[in-house]
């Protein structure tokens, strides 16, 4: 945290204990403005904090920068590889057979319009352990957040002192979704895609009235609703030009008999698919061992490319039977790395989202780590460098009473068209930090 950042963080926090009665109102007014304006999360108002996550100029823009670039490397990168042939990189990836055929199917460029990359800023700069692109959420409940953080009094107090400032992302989402539509449709008509039952329906209601705001037909349509109609697809009644897609691909097959006549149309390209199936390539986890391991990299990037993904990327390696390099030099037969190197790594299956059956090893048995190692080499899994995880106090209530306690917190900068976007942080006690696994968001401000 550089002192002005400090500064800010102390301003905020002195301003909550002056008065903490005041500080719980307005906690509580957070709660319920949230809930009057849709940042709702299954029903319940987004957990989160009166202080939003702050950081320096300095650090936001190398956050943005670093964030923008990885996704569009990574996105060439996945069209590059094993000469251009998707259904190769697919099988070396590890995608099962049926989503290899829908991530392989022809779509002109760009395979990725929106994104989220999950990093952390250390004080070497920023760290990505993930690209979020198959569906990523969140766009709409960062505004919104800022939106009501910064109506709050504390806000205001602190930022007459501490210039704060936040990047909405939903106008350049909006662009940035029309600029895919068909040539020559002067009107789209947009449908924003995901079952209706979904806990972030709320995020894409934002967005529909951002779309709105704007002049422009958008709806949001459930995949089991859809027709195929004169070569079209077709959601409420009428034509859809664009599909903003908030399903990922692995829900579609899931319901792929009550889905058939919109899978159909996208495969018949009945509309434009924002993002195309194509994304899935570049945001798979196993894509980090191809962008970190010099030998198979160094036909896809130049030096300086291979240079920036082992400054922003943790190492990285597919979990199979082989000799590598690994991190700190020399080379290793990766299982036996993975196994002795335990408190300095991470486990995750390739293809999870959501923090699901992620194990960290220095929090967990050396035994349960062994035998997840071997039962993940019959699967598709990675193991990857642990980055460490930043913390920071946060203002909480307890028993009716103020505390600043500390929190992980991991930076999740947006990615819309490579434009300058908004980004968001995610804040827990747990290392695997998400909202679906209890964790809470906050807007990401930016000092000065």
């Given at each position: 945290?550089?002192?002005?950042?400090?500064?800010a963080?102390?301003?905020?926090?002195?301003?909550?204990?002056?008065?903490?009665r005041?500080?719980g109102e307005?906690?509580?007014?957070?709660?319920?403005?949230?809930?009057?304006?849709?940042?709702?999360?299954?029903?319940?108002?987004?957990a989160s904090?009166?202080?939003p996550?702050?950081?320096?100029?300095?650090a936001g823009?190398?956050?943005a920068?670093?964030?923008?670039?990885?996704v569009?490397?990574?996105?060439?990168?996945?069209?590059?590889?094993?000469?251009?042939?998707a259904?190769?990189?697919?099988?070396?990836?590890?995608?099962?057979?049926e989503?290899?055929?829908?991530?392989?199917?022809?779509?002109p460029p760009?395979?990725?319009?929106?994104?989220?990359?999950?990093?952390?800023l250390?004080p070497?700069?920023?760290?990505?352990?993930?690209?979020?692109?198959?569906?990523?959420?969140?766009?709409?409940?960062?505004?919104?957040?800022?939106?009501v953080i910064?109506?709050?009094?504390?806000?205001?107090?602190?930022?007459?002192?501490?210039?704060?400032?936040?990047a909405?992302?939903?106008?350049?989402?909006?662009?940035?979704?029309?600029?895919?539509?068909?040539?020559?449709?002067a009107?789209?008509r947009?449908?924003?895609?995901?079952?209706?039952?979904?806990?972030?329906r709320?995020?894409?209601?934002?967005?529909?009235?951002?779309?709105?705001?704007?002049?422009?037909?958008?709806?949001?349509?459930?995949?089991?609703?859809?027709?195929?109609?004169?070569?079209?697809?077709?959601?409420?009644?009428a034509?859809?030009?664009?599909?903003?897609?908030?399903?990922?691909?692995?829900?579609l097959?899931?319901?792929?008999?009550?889905?058939?006549p919109?899978?159909?149309?996208?495969e018949?390209?009945?509309?434009?698919?924002?993002?195309?199936?194509?994304?899935?390539?570049?945001e798979?986890?196993?894509?980090?061992?191809?962008?970190?391991?010099?030998?198979?990299?160094?036909?896809?990037?130049?030096?300086?490319?291979?240079?920036?993904?082992?400054?922003?990327?943790?190492?990285?390696?597919?979990?199979?039977?082989?000799?590598t390099?690994?991190?700190?030099?020399g080379?290793?037969?990766?299982?036996?790395?993975a196994?002795?190197?335990?408190?300095?790594?991470?486990?995750?299956?390739?293809?999870?989202?959501?923090?699901r059956?992620?194990?960290?090893?220095?929090?967990?048995?050396?035994?349960?780590?062994?035998?997840?190692?071997?039962?993940?080499?019959?699967?598709s899994?990675?193991?990857?460098?642990?980055?460490?995880?930043?913390?920071?106090?946060?203002?909480?209530?307890?028993?009716?009473?103020?505390?600043?306690?500390?929190?992980?917190?991991?930076?999740?900068?947006?990615?819309?068209?490579?434009?300058?976007?908004?980004?968001?942080?995610?804040?827990?006690?747990?290392?695997?930090?998400?909202?679906?696994?209890?964790?809470?968001s906050?807007?990401?401000?930016?000092?000065g």
């Amino acid at each position: 945290m550089t002192p002005e950042v400090a500064a800010a963080v102390a301003a905020y926090h002195a301003e909550l204990g002056r008065d903490p009665r005041a500080a719980g109102e307005q906690s509580e007014t957070l709660r319920a403005e949230f809930a009057r304006r849709g940042v709702t999360f299954d029903g319940q108002p987004m957990a989160s904090f009166v202080r939003p996550h702050l950081v320096s100029r300095a650090a936001g823009t190398a956050l943005a920068r670093d964030g923008r670039r990885l996704v569009e490397l990574a996105a060439r990168v996945a069209r590059a590889a094993f000469g251009g042939d998707a259904f190769a990189l697919a099988d070396w990836l590890g995608l099962p057979r049926e989503h290899a055929r829908w991530a392989a199917l022809p779509a002109p460029p760009p395979d990725v319009v929106l994104s989220r990359a999950d990093g952390f800023l250390t004080p070497q700069g920023a760290r990505f352990i993930e690209l979020n692109s198959d569906a990523p959420a969140g766009f709409g409940y960062g505004d919104r957040m800022a939106e009501v953080i910064a109506s709050l009094p504390v806000f205001a107090a602190v930022a007459t002192r501490h210039p704060l400032s936040y990047a909405p992302s939903a106008p350049l989402l909006v662009d940035a979704v029309l600029r895919q539509a068909p040539q020559g449709v002067a009107s789209p008509r947009v449908a924003i895609v995901d079952f209706a039952e979904v806990k972030t329906r709320p995020d894409q209601e934002i967005l529909r009235e951002a779309f709105a705001a704007r002049g422009v037909d958008c709806v949001l349509a459930d995949p089991r609703e859809f027709e195929l109609a004169a070569g079209r697809l077709v959601a409420g009644g009428a034509p859809v030009d664009v599909v903003y897609r908030r399903t990922v691909l692995s829900e579609l097959l899931d319901h792929a008999a009550d889905v058939q006549p919109f899978l159909r149309g996208c495969e018949a390209g009945a509309a434009v698919l924002v993002n195309s199936f194509r994304c899935q390539l570049s945001e798979d986890k196993t894509l980090f061992a191809l962008l970190t391991d010099d030998e198979r990299a160094a036909e896809l990037m130049d030096a300086d490319e291979r240079a920036f993904c082992l400054r922003v990327l943790p190492w990285t390696r597919k979990l199979e039977e082989r000799r590598t390099r690994v991190a700190g030099g020399g080379e290793r037969d990766l299982v036996a790395h993975a196994i002795e190197a335990r408190e300095r790594l991470v486990l995750k299956p390739a293809h999870g989202y959501g923090g699901r059956s992620v194990f960290v090893g220095d929090e967990t048995d050396a035994a349960e780590w062994e035998r997840a190692i071997r039962e993940g080499l019959a699967a598709s899994w990675v193991v990857q460098e642990r980055v460490a995880i930043p913390e920071e106090p946060f203002p909480v209530w307890r028993d009716g009473g103020l505390a600043f306690e500390s929190f992980k917190v991991n930076v999740n900068p947006f990615y819309v068209a490579g434009a300058e976007a908004g980004a968001v942080t995610r804040a827990s006690r747990s290392s695997v930090i998400n909202v679906s696994a209890g964790g809470g968001s906050v807007p990401t401000f930016v000092v000065g």
